[in-house]
């Protein structure tokens, strides 16, 4: 995406950092549930996840192996052994004054993930942490709800590779599906477990058509949804354009989204930046896997989605849009892979125009074809329409036509719904064996003719 | 009654269940001596004075979290925190057949070598009442000297156990680090801290160690390897050959190396030999250990931060404070790989030193202070008081090695002087035996006897 500006031309650069909880059965470093949503306050916690005095963390292992997977997942360097870091800030909702997370280890580094298109975008981190707790505003006080405080917590971060929306959009929303896919977390954006953060900034381009990253970016925070992340970054694109023609120059800082307004505000600058006295954290020694472990981690990755609409493509000559939502359903692609195989096995005419029925078939369902029998005898009654005698229904038209001389004369009078009626008359006779449609088409041309 | 007085655990344990004398007897035994005595000693921060259940009376050190007692780390910012929780170590107790007989004073969050920063007044030396009983576990070892409690549990970063012990002239044993659970002591520097026994004989130590060792899965820096049988293997074991590393030995106090000369022969005696060793001057050991836990204090601290526990900031006293403040600057963007990494660096450097060393040694000998318990208010005069008098403690803290620091004789002043062995990684047994024979052979000089009857 490129702006046109004072007569030089600017192209967004656009990175994400997206915080996912994970979705085990207790919190990071205490055996409370990580089931907090929707739970009255206070009521998921204990002394350890409320920083009481002389309480220790344990690290719980499944979180650690789901960050793995999502390493893995995104092509992510692993590294086997690593350690957590205190970062200190001073926040009600933090309640040891630290958050344990990774700084200098984290469990996958130097990544990638393909879009559809097959550009590549870089994932520079992917590290473990603990949520923090709440604040909730209420007639004039702020109460805290330790609830959230502890839940396992992953943090992705992408170099700034987009340069528009659409990708970004695409790349966020399959994120999500794969964090679906390989079942590590529900990535409810409403529900807050799958958060985002885009940076952003403007690059003048060079006339040879490249780019310097800029000396700034504008982090973006409070947003839920995947249409207010795409807002957020619009406003900004608005504002920094803005402030460039006027001869300012944007600064780094990071400026909260307000969905009611529909703007983004300042939250702190640069030199308000915190100093987080990062320090491995002494209370968990380093945690090393063996090979044998991570071996086994990989080995439960099923294959992503996008991978998977990719090979559709490739293999079935789906289109593009086909093959993503096909994919987008864990079983929808089980289902029209078994369809086919099944087909294939009875031996039965494969063609191109059969494979694109199945996946359509599928789609349309949404959820009502359990399994490959439905699909088949769905695939069979729709093509029995379609191969329906066209004389008799050219003949039933007419039959119908000659029976209901009224309901003619009301819609060449100008009666748009009596053709309704003589398309029901026509089903009727027909028992529905005949698309609608079709029998609209006819009926219409029938009239014209006999004028 | 049987008369008791100096009395360790065990041989309580031996009358009770002998039918000499019942639970309750021991139980308003002590509770009577601490309403006589308490009160000159401030050793005490809380007493438990009502007897629940038949157990046997144990006092901890009042950093220990207990359920429905109130813990303050001796700090007035806890000033009414009643956990809800307990310590590992206060459950291992309780499910062992003891009951807690009161939390005891303590520099406040462990900060210090004599007792004086606690928010609720010092505790004084039960042999000499202007002098200080040494910390921060001051009030275990001077409940435990005094006989105000038959046994105690300190806790320890770098001396806290060893140097009071010392001081106060009992015994005082650092085991290694994760060999018992930190879960409910109120850190002080988390990489150092180590809970220990503090005893009037190397019995009640081995048994104690028996009680609270072991793997805990609410501390993942307790270590996995069981351990051994301390208290049932204490008459066993070889004679050992002890280093003495001369870098130890800087302006001490006469009394304490003549003593340290006695205690050598006695050694000798018993049929151990010695070897001249070389290990990095404690000196160093004094920067290290400075940098590293002012850093884990301040972020130690930082949960106490006005909203949760009843009392705001303002509480927090001058040398916690002074602590936060430095270990914020070694920790801040610019200073950190000055002085936090480099000294973890030399913390390897340490480490190694001392693995070098217990390849040619199996236990090393040398004094636990350079000087014996000082008046009240001389830490004052010194702005790393606690970092000075505990050098010869701090190299075995950040090595996480364990050590036993017991008394040698007097000095002129009639107070005493004391030494500490230190082992191994792991090797809690053989410093346990080591020591044993060590009281076979001189009861520690009566020391610890008198000690008691001082305080008839």
């Known amino acids: ?451 | 009654m049987t008369d008791i007085l100096g009395l360790g655990l065990l041989e309580l344990k031996k009358l009770i269940e002998e039918k000499k004398i019942s639970y309750k007897e021991v139980f308003d035994y002590f509770i009577a001596r601490i309403k006589k005595h308490n009160p000159k000693l401030n050793a005490y921060i809380t007493v438990c004075d009502k007897q629940n259940e038949d157990k046997l009376p144990i006092a901890v050190k009042d950093n220990f979290c207990t359920k429905g007692i109130r813990t303050t780390a001796a700090s007035k910012v806890l000033d009414n925190f009643v956990p809800n929780y307990n310590a590992e170590v206060i459950d291992r107790l309780l499910a062992n057949n003891f009951s807690i007989l009161g939390k005891t004073n303590m520099d406040a969050w462990a900060h210090g070598s004599s007792t004086e920063t606690s928010d609720y007044g010092p505790t004084k030396n039960p042999w000499n009442l202007d002098h200080i009983p040494g910390g921060s576990s001051g009030g275990s070892g001077a409940v435990v000297s005094a006989y105000l409690a038959p046994a105690a549990i300190g806790s320890e970063t770098a001396g806290s156990i060893r140097q009071p012990a010392g001081w106060c002239g009992v015994i005082g044993f650092k085991p290694t680090y994760g060999r018992i659970s930190r879960f409910g002591l109120i850190a002080m520097a988390s990489s150092f801290d180590c809970p220990g026994p503090m005893t009037l004989n190397v019995q009640d130590a081995a048994y104690l160690l028996g009680v609270l060792s072991g793997q805990d899965k609410k501390d993942a820096t307790t270590v996995e390897k069981p351990p051994e049988l301390y208290f049932e293997k204490l008459a066993e074991g070889k004679k050992l050959v002890i280093g003495i590393p001369e870098e130890y030995f800087d302006n001490i106090q006469k009394e304490t190396a003549q003593n340290f000369e006695k205690s050598k022969q006695v050694f000798n005696k018993l049929g151990f030999k010695f070897k001249k060793i070389k290990l990095i001057s404690p000196e160093y050991a004094i920067s290290v250990y400075t940098i590293i836990q002012r850093a884990e204090v301040a972020s130690n601290l930082s949960r106490f931060d006005g909203i949760r526990f009843g009392n705001t900031r303002d509480r927090f006293g001058f040398e916690a404070k002074k602590r936060i403040m430095l270990g914020n600057f070694v920790l801040s963007a610019g200073y950190y790989s000055a002085f936090y990494q480099q000294a973890q660096k030399l913390r390897q450097e340490i480490k190694a030193d001392f693995a070098r060393v217990f390849s040619e040694v199996d236990l090393i000998l040398a004094p636990v202070v350079p000087s014996t318990a000082l008046k009240l208010g001389e830490f004052e005069k010194y702005p790393f008081f606690g970092e000075l008098i505990d050098k010869f403690n701090e190299p075995a803290a950040i090595a996480g090695l364990p050590a036993v620091s017991f008394p040698t004789g007097f000095d002129n002043k009639k107070l005493p002087t004391s030494l500490q062995l230190i082992g191994n990684y792991l090797d809690e047994l053989r410093l346990l035996q080591t020591l044993y024979k060590f009281q076979q052979e001189t009861n520690y000089f009566d020391v610890i006897k008198l000690g008691v009857e001082k305080w008839k």
């Not at chain 1, 957590?84 to 009600?92: N, V």
């Not at chain 1, 959230?148 to 700034?160: F, N, S, Y």
């Not at chain 1, 593009?320 to 994919?327: E, F, H, R, S, V």
């Open chain 1, 1 to 451: 995406m490129e702006v046109s500006i004072n007569g030089k031309k600017y192209r967004l650069v656009l990175g994400f950092e997206i915080h996912l909880e994970l979705s085990t059965k207790s919190k990071m470093f205490c055996r409370c549930s990580a089931e907090w949503f929707g739970k009255e306050p206070n009521t998921t916690v204990c002394p350890i996840c409320l920083g009481f005095p002389g309480t220790l963390p344990y690290p719980n292992k499944k979180a650690i192996e789901y960050t793995y997977k999502i390493a893995y997942a995104l092509n992510c360097n692993i590294n086997s052994e690593f350690y957590f870091d205190r970062k200190h800030y001073f926040y009600p909702d933090l309640p040891k004054g630290y958050q344990i997370t990774q700084w200098n280890k984290p469990i996958g580094f130097s990544g990638s993930l393909e879009l559809i298109s097959g550009k590549k975008i870089k994932i520079t981190r992917v590290h473990l942490e603990e949520d923090t707790g709440k604040l909730i505003h209420k007639q004039g006080k702020t109460l805290v709800d330790y609830n959230r405080a502890g839940v396992p917590l992953v943090e992705i971060v992408t170099e700034p590779d987009f340069d528009n929306l659409d990708d970004g959009k695409e790349f966020l929303e399959n994120l999500q599906l794969i964090f679906r896919r390989i079942k590590v977390s529900t990535a409810d954006m409403e529900k807050g477990s799958m958060r985002l953060e885009p940076n952003m900034s403007l690059a003048e381009v060079k006339p040879d058509g490249n780019i310097d990253l800029p000396d700034y970016k504008v982090e973006l925070k409070n947003i839920n949804s995947f249409r207010y992340a795409k807002k957020a970054v619009e406003y900004e694109i608005e504002r920094q354009t803005k402030l460039i023609k006027n001869g300012k120059r944007p600064i780094q800082e990071t400026r909260g989204y307000n969905e009611d307004k529909g703007i983004t505000v300042s939250q702190r600058k640069k030199e308000e930046a915190l100093d987080y006295r990062y320090f491995p954290e002494p209370d968990i020694p380093p945690i090393k896997f063996d090979k044998k472990e991570l071996k086994k981690i990989k080995k439960t990755l099923p294959e992503l989605p996008i991978q998977q609409a990719r090979r559709f493509i490739k293999e079935y000559f789906l289109s593009k849009d086909q093959a993503i939502i096909l994919t987008k359903k864990e079983n929808f692609g089980k289902l029209f892979e078994e369809t086919i195989k099944e087909l294939q096995q009875r031996n039965k005419g494969l063609n191109q125009e059969t494979i694109k029925q199945i996946a359509n078939l599928i789609i349309n369902s949404r959820t009502s074809l359990k399994n490959k029998n439905d699909v088949l005898k769905m695939l069979d009654d729709t093509q029995k329409k379609v191969n329906f005698d066209k004389n008799k229904i050219s003949a039933t038209v007419k039959q119908v036509l000659s029976e209901n001389q009224q309901a003619v004369a009301d819609y060449k009078n100008g009666k748009e719904s009596a053709i309704m009626f003589l398309v029901g008359q026509s089903m009727r006779k027909l028992k529905g064996q005949a698309p609608a449609e079709k029998i609209k088409e006819l009926l219409i041309s029938e009239i014209n003719k006999a004028q």
